[in-house]
């Protein structure tokens, strides 16, 4: 049976109305794909906790959690993920790119011209179609 991970993912969005998005480095595993940073729940972390302590490892900057935007699970070929996104606030810091490749700020509808993660997509879907009916 395949391993269930349980990680988190930050939806930080800046005053341009762009979503961050990460790079994931040649040595991740699914590398060379785009994602939302985070990454995996400790043993007796809550989402909240898990979260900014990812994004604080990571990417060197302090965030909020604010709220649970989807929660999705993929399988694929060695695990199986259970994705769980939060939109986030960036509170203090500049987000730099310490274990990902590369960094960048997009529109949200531009989203999908990205490689994704399989496991991001959901959320992006999601995000892309919030855009969609706020107009």
Known sequence: MKKIIKVVGAIIENKNNEILCALRSPIMSTPNMWEFPGGKVENNETLKEAIER??????NCNIEALSIFNDNIHEYDNFIVNLIT???????????????SKLIWLKKENLD????APADIPAVMKLIS????AI
């Open 54 to 59: 990812e994004i604080k490892e990571e990417l």
């Open 130 to 133: 919030e855009t969609e009916s």
């Open 86 to 100: 939060i939109k986030c606030k960036l509170m203090s810091g500049t987000p730099t790119a310490n274990e990902h």
């Open 113 to 116: 011209s990205l490689k994704l």
